[in-house]
Antibody
Framework: EVQLVESGGGLVQPGGSLRLSCAASGFTFINYWMSWVRQAPGKGPEWVAT????????KYVDSVKGRFTISRDNSKRSLYLQMNNLRAEDTAIYYC???????????WGQGTLVTVSS | DIQMTQSPSSLSASVGDRVTITCRAS??????LNWYQQKPGKAPKLLIFAASTLQSGVPSRFSGSGSGTDFTLTISSLQPEDFATYYC?????????FGQGTKLEIK
């Protein structure tokens, strides 16, 4: 069974940092692009970032460029999102997702809540 | 960036009704269009990918069509469990933007 389990969310002050993790199991992690998608309270999902199978290519939505870094450790079957200089508008549930060929998102984690507030 | 516009933003319908939701891309995305269903407190669930391919396990009352810039999601006969919010998403080029959603409510 495919599982994606996020962790690392919490309450952080504006300007602070947080590192999210996603532990993957039940599939060959190294064979898939992986992404982070977030959803602010009462809003629709927002694609945040994606990373190639070997980590050699990364792409970001403009609103997080220069502040967020996506990475992965294939030996640990883990995906990460380092978030720096956090803003109130980054408050959201952050989901780890597995990208299928064609870019659709078949597998989602349960999400981890990030709250940016003083 | 490619923008996605969904309509309507909300819809009231009854069990047994046929419902259509539309999604328009700001430029051609060929068939790189996906549909998701989301219920409160849950992660989105993939229904249809590549515009018209039904995800395994999704009931056949769901169907998708379109290519280029205009797409539709159709539910042929609404069931009680279908009342949820639906999102389209383009995966043609990053950022893979989602539509703003259509909330399907019981009439």
């Amino acid at each position: 069974e495919v599982q994606l389990v996020e962790s690392g969310g919490g309450l952080v002050q504006p300007g602070g940092s947080l590192r999210l993790s996603c532990a993957a199991s039940g599939f060959t992690f190294i064979n898939y692009w992986m992404s982070w998608v977030r959803q602010a309270p009462g809003k629709g999902p927002e694609w945040v970032a994606t990373i190639r199978e070997d980590g050699s290519e990364k792409k970001y939505v403009d609103s997080v460029k220069g502040r967020f870094t996506i990475s992965r450790d294939n030996s640990k079957r883990s995906l990460y999102l380092q978030m720096n200089n956090l803003r109130a508008e980054d408050t959201a549930i952050y989901y780890c997702t597995r990208d299928e060929r064609g870019g659709h998102l078949q597998q989602w984690g349960q999400g981890t809540l990030v709250t940016v507030s003083s | 960036d490619i923008q996605m516009t969904q309509s309507p933003s909300s819809l009231s319908a009854s069990v047994g009704d046929r419902v259509t939701i539309t999604c328009r891309a700001s430029q051609s995305i060929t068939s790189y269009l996906n549909w998701y269903q989301q219920k409160p407190g849950k992660a989105p669930k993939l229904l249809i990918f590549a515009a018209s391919t039904l995800q395994s396990g999704v009931p056949s009352r769901f169907s998708g069509s379109g290519s280029g810039t205009d797409f539709t999601l159709t539910i042929s006969s609404l069931q009680p469990e279908d009342f949820a919010t639906y999102y389209c998403q383009q995966s043609y080029s990053t950022p893979h933007i989602f539509g703003q959603g259509t909330k399907l409510e019981i009439k």
